[in-house]
Structure formats: structure tokens, C-alpha cells
């Protein structure tokens, strides 16, 4: 599979963006998919995933009540609507696929085995 993620941009302190992951070559919904975050000089850092059948979320305390992440099983896409963005939001978000159907952890880098390019996300204050 293929990971795109889209949707970065630069959002006023408060304000809202939302992510896109779409996945080419196999249905998304095979997949638990996460969202991690860099900003340089810092490790990947975990932000957010849903398991492959959808059921479950979890999500940093960092952004636990301002981020929602959800599948478009119609659009083979995962999105990451986020509110009320800080300036500390400011990264580059990197969508993420684990090996079909794994049941596992999702909290590391190193559960997935598929990457997508980054999209830069930059939160003014």
C-alpha cells in the first residue's frame, strides 16, 4: 500500500485543520493507521491512530479532546480533524500503516511498516 497524507497548512493559533492519509493499492480499511508528528531535532512522535476495523481510537494526552481521527472508508482515506491548534501543534504529520490486520501496538513508530510523506502543519501564535 501507499500512504498520501494532505492537508497542512498554516492556522492561526485556535483555528483548525484538517489531515488526509489516502491509500493506493489496497483498501484502508485493512490497515490500523496512525498519525505521528516530527519537528526537527525530535523523535517521531505519536499522535493518533485507529485500529483496521475501525473501532478503536487513541489519541496523545497532548491532544486528546482537540483531535478526532476517523475513516472514509468510501474515499479509502483516514482523516485527523484538529482543533484548537497551538503553536506547539507545529510539526510535520506523517501518516502510517501497520501490517494488515495486526492486532498490536500503536504508540511506536517502529508498530508500522508503510509511511507516508509528511505535510508540513504550522500553527502561528
Known amino acids: 500500500v501507499q500512504l498520501q497524507a494532505y492537508g497542512g497548512g498554516l492556522v492561526q493559533a485556535g483555528g483548525s485543520l484538517r489531515l488526509s492519509c489516502a491509500a493506493s493499492?489496497?483498501?484502508?480499511?485493512?490497515?490500523?493507521v496512525g498519525w505521528f508528528r516530527q519537528v526537527p531535532g525530535k523523535e517521531r512522535e505519536f499522535v493518533a491512530a485507529?485500529?483496521?476495523?475501525?473501532?478503536?481510537?487513541y489519541y496523545a494526552d497532548s491532544v486528546k479532546g482537540r483531535f478526532a481521527i476517523s475513516r472514509d472508508n468510501a474515499k479509502n482515506t483516514v482523516n485527523l480533524q484538529m482543533n484548537s491548534l497551538k503553536p506547539e501543534d507545529t510539526a510535520v504529520y506523517y501518516c502510517?500503516?501497520?501490517?494488515?490486520?495486526?492486532?498490536?501496538?500503536?504508540?511506536?513508530?517502529?508498530?508500522?511498516?508503510?509511511w507516508g510523506q509528511g505535510t508540513h502543519v504550522t500553527v502561528s501564535s
Open positions: 502510517a500503516g501497520q501490517t494488515p490486520f495486526y492486532i498490536g501496538s500503536v504508540y511506536s513508530a517502529s508498530d508500522y511498516n508503510y
Open positions: 485507529i485500529s483496521w476495523s475501525g473501532g478503536s481510537t
Open positions: 493499492g489496497r483498501t484502508v480499511s485493512s490497515y490500523t
